[in-house]
């Protein structure tokens, strides 16, 4: 977790908070509809995070058949006002709190702490429902692992005992406490990988985490606790959907609107049946891979990445921008995502914050988070021994070929991600009504780069270059885009659509294509003007036949300039029909992401 507030149990017990221990008594002796265990490793650089946290807890509308209990402890060096030295255990209810000090400090890190924590959790408030929430730093399948000179912050991180727990080390925890959990939360960075939920799949019956890193106050505890307080007949599945609602929803309203988010619940009872699908796509990939390396190269840089965790992306992105000629690979694609979304994720949100800056520490763009990343480097992203110890967890080792596939890939990339060109140029489009004044129509400038398809309502940053904002936001009737100094070499390829017109202004627009080989020469070219409309629109199916015309600019609402549809044309049927479907994808995630923000 990135993360949060202020700190700690005994500063509420002792000056916050008045306590009804005669309550809290009688509702520890029945058997709760929910028993849910927070443990918060704070002795770190999140100490301050905690009171925070602990006051939303207490904020929350409390019910007798809804057990909070919790583990947590602060740090001496970034929270001394508040560090007694002591990790606590207490449990909170309807805006009370009663202690139950260890009197010693424990390493928050160890497997055995957490299982001893589970276990006192369950046998002191035993329920007909337990959900787990792991609070503290997140790495994802990374955690604990040592990187060239120094360890991989682990899911839970105990300075004072210099110790980290990593994903081995919190199986062998939810083992020995020997509980399936109705739910397990990660309220923690990036956990929200197959490598973690395959690690412990068994061990509940669901599983929430987020794909990319947390905001400050991670999880809205007083929204939460409060619906399930007032809910509390939610199974693990509808209590996973409320963490993920009630988390989005929170970071998309203002003043928290700052940082981008995911968050997502899964059935775990799917992995394996997960894993079956990554084996059958990671031999078909291997297949092609000598083949069709770079086209595998360029795919994988397009799909959504989060950065903070170098090499993880999003499974289901990722096959879906797998439209390899291959047919096997385009099966085996096509059966993950079938995994993943008719069975696996139940449920997906993100927010992607325009606020967000290139320097600061969260995600920009999350658009196409679907709820579960993998681990997918380039070879400048394997830093160390982290690929052997990537290929050492007991989860990929049961999955060889998909072993076999990463290793490849990395070494394929090692011999390719150095080459550079020149860039610096610059390709746009500009468009007027057909009497040369404002035009009142919204055209979408499309980039193919060796890596993807961009355009500026995606964002307005590339792997290559940088767009001017979507013309439906600057309300200018032009769209740019600038490559980078050095470039990936390969085409870069401007196709502009018609997406919408005012009919009231004019029934057609004019557009024009401009060419900059580089910013500070002048000879530059130019194409158009193009009559473009919805006269003649190119139908909603792109069969091989609309293909055909596509690439020969037959209709009114598409455009390439001449001498791309020149080579176009004269490419084979099979290149044509790459080209063309990656865009239209593009073109109907532009139409699906308009519907959503109608509705």
């Not at 977790?1 to 520890?28: N, P, T």
């Not at 009872?269 to 084996?279: D, M, R």
């Not at 990343?373 to 052997?388: C, F, H, M, R, S």
Request: glycine content about 8%.
């Amino acid at each position: 977790m990135c993360r949060k507030k202020i700190l700690f149990a005994s500063v509420l017990f002792i000056i916050v908070f008045s306590v009804s221990r005669s309550a809290i008594a009688h509702a520890g002796q029945q058997r709760a509809k929910w028993t849910v265990l927070i443990y918060m490793a704070g002795e770190n650089n999140l100490a301050s995070a905690v009171i925070g946290d602990l006051k939303e807890m207490l904020a929350a509308e409390g019910n007798p058949q809804v057990n909070v209990v919790v583990q947590a402890e602060v740090s001496r060096i970034y929270t001394p006002q508040f560090a007694d030295g002591v990790t606590h255990r207490f449990q909170i209810l309807g805006g009370s709190l009663k202690n139950f000090p260890l009197g010693y400090n424990v390493d928050m890190a160890s497997p055995a702490e957490l299982a001893s924590f589970i276990r006192w959790g369950v046998g002191t408030f035993p329920a007909q429902r337990y959900c787990l929430v792991l609070w503290d730093h997140g790495l994802g399948w990374r955690g604990g692992n040592r990187s060239g000179g120094g360890w991989n912050r682990g899911l839970l991180e105990d300075e004072g005992s210099h110790s980290f727990m990593s994903l081995s080390g919190l199986k062998t925890a939810l083992d020995e406490a020997g509980v399936i959990f109705n739910l397990i939360e990660f309220d923690a960075c990036l956990m929200g990988m197959w490598e973690v939920a395959a690690t412990i799949y068994d061990r509940a019956r669901y599983i929430s985490f987020s794909e990319t890193t947390e905001p400050g106050d991670g999880d809205p505890y007083d929204l939460i606790l409060g619906k399930l307080s007032r809910q509390p007949e939610m199974n693990g599945a509808e209590l996973g959907r409320t963490i993920v609602e009630q988390f989005v929803s929170y970071y998309s309203r203002s003043p928290h609107d700052r940082a981008s988010v995911t968050k997502s619940v899964i059935d775990p009872a799917c992995i394996p049946e997960l894993n079956s699908g990554l084996e059958g796509l990671a031999k078909a990939l291997d297949d092609i891979l000598a083949q069709k390396g770079q086209y595998l190269y360029s795919t994988r840089l397009a799909t959504q990445a989060f950065d903070k965790l170098p090499g993880s992306i999003d499974l289901w992105d990722f096959c879906d921008r797998l439209d390899s000629s291959d047919r096997d690979v385009r099966e085996q694609a096509r059966s993950v995502i079938g995994i993943l979304k008719n069975r696996l994720v139940l449920e997906s949100r993100h927010f992607t914050s325009p606020d967000y800056v290139e320097w600061s520490t969260g995600q920009g763009n999350v658009d196409h988070a679907h709820g579960l990343a993998i681990y997918l480097p380039y070879a400048d992203q394997v830093k160390g021994n982290e690929l052997w110890d990537y290929k050492n967890l007991q989860v990929v080792q049961a999955l060889p070929a998909w072993s076999k596939f990463i290793e490849d890939f990395v070494s394929y990339t090692g011999k390719i991600s150095s080459r550079t060109a020149t860039g610096n140029f610059i390709l746009a489009a500009y468009w007027t009504n057909p009497r040369g004044g404002p035009s009142g129509a919204d055209l979408d400038l499309y980039i193919i780069e060796p890596q993807g398809i961009y355009a500026p309502w995606m964002g307005q940053t590339t792997p290559n270059g940088f767009f001017s904002q979507d013309s439906i936001t600057s309300e200018n009737d032009y769209e740019t885009y600038l490559a980078r100094p050095e470039v990936t070499p390969g085409y870069y390829i401007p196709v502009v659509n018609l997406y919408d017109i005012d009919y009231l202004l004019a029934p057609s627009v004019y557009c024009y294509f401009i060419y900059l080989p580089k910013i500070s020469r002048w000879n530059w070219l130019s194409w158009g003007p193009r009559e473009m409309s919805f006269f003649n629109p190119a139908p909603t199916k792109w069969d091989d036949y609309v293909i055909y015309l596509l690439s020969n600019n037959y209709y009114s609402d598409w455009w390439i300039p001449t001498e791309v549809e020149k080579m176009l044309s004269r490419a084979s049927s099979g290149a044509q029909r790459d080209f063309w479907l990656r865009i239209k994808r593009e073109y109907d995630r532009r139409h699906a992401l308009a519907a959503r923000q109608n509705d």
